[in-house]
T-cell receptor
Framework: DSGVTQTPKHLITATGQRVTLRCSPRSGDLSVYWYQQSLDQGLQFLIQYYNGEERAKGNILERFSAQQFPDLHSELNLSSLELGDSALYFC?????????????FGSGTRLTVV | DAKTTQPNSMESNEEEPVHLPCNHSTISGTDYIHWYRQLPSQGPEYVIHGLTSNVNNRMASLAIAEDRKSSTLILHRATLRDAAVYYCSYPGSARQLTFGSGTQLTVLP
């Protein structure tokens, strides 16, 4: 157990639907990162939050959004889902916003869009 | 973009050392070099990171070239549990870690 909790572990939904993925960072970590991993794209950085504020955006689609709440957990919202959104979604956390320190990853949410 | 180059795959015998190379020729002087590994159906796991000098921890050693354009992750005695995809990464201008396709390490018993 890495200390980063992601729920649900598996999610199957239909095209056009909306889902919410949840991440609880490791205790004491203020920074949360979201990554998408698909077979053909590898690990892609989506977005970062630090202490409730958005810090950086990567290759995140406009149909996707995220937020970090006062208790530091984060949610990634995926809407108007397409077959190509099927992937593993990982959350990672770190104590500080920069990359001087390592990230701790969760075990991921496997999203299947049918 | 932070560009790294790693061999697609490597093999090692159990209980022998493994040297996993990574080229990062466009790295800046202040970027930390990170290594992570990922076992099947699991999230990436932090291995080690460093800036200039060589670094050691309980999992591995990181040897960084003097010009910082390459680094080598060293597993001193490979075990079957070390079989994984190994990624090297650095933040680059995006100030975020991005990951390429990594090196698939196979450990032979």
């Amino acid at each position: 157990d890495s200390g980063v909790t992601q729920t649900p572990k598996h999610l199957i939904t239909a095209t056009g639907q909306r889902v919410t993925l949840r991440c609880s960072p490791r205790s004491g970590d203020l920074s949360v990162y979201w990554y998408q991993q698909s077979l053909d794209q590898g690990l892609q950085f989506l977005i970062q939050y630090y202490n409730g504020e958005e810090r950086a955006k990567g290759n995140i689609l406009e149909r996707f959004s995220a937020q970090q709440f006062p208790d530091l957990h984060s949610e990634l919202n995926l809407s108007s889902l397409e077959l190509g959104d099927s992937a593993l979604y990982f959350c990672a956390s770190s104590s500080l916003p920069g990359v001087r320190y390592g990230y701790t990853f969760g075990s991921g949410t496997r999203l299947t869009v049918v | 973009d932070a560009k790294t180059t790693q061999p697609n795959s490597m093999e090692s015998n159990e209980e022998e050392p493994v040297h996993l190379p990574c080229n990062h020729s466009t790295i800046s002087g202040t970027d930390y070099i990170h290594w992570y590994r990922q076992l099947p159906s699991q999230g990436p796991e932090y291995v080690i990171h460093g800036l200039t000098s060589n670094v050691n921890n309980r999992m591995a050693s990181l040897a960084i070239a003097e010009d910082r354009k390459s680094s080598t992750l060293i597993l001193h005695r490979a075990t079957l549990r070390d079989a994984a995809v190994y990624y090297c990464s650095y933040p680059g201008s995006a100030r975020q870690l991005t990951f390429g396709s990594g090196t698939q390490l196979t450990v032979l018993p």
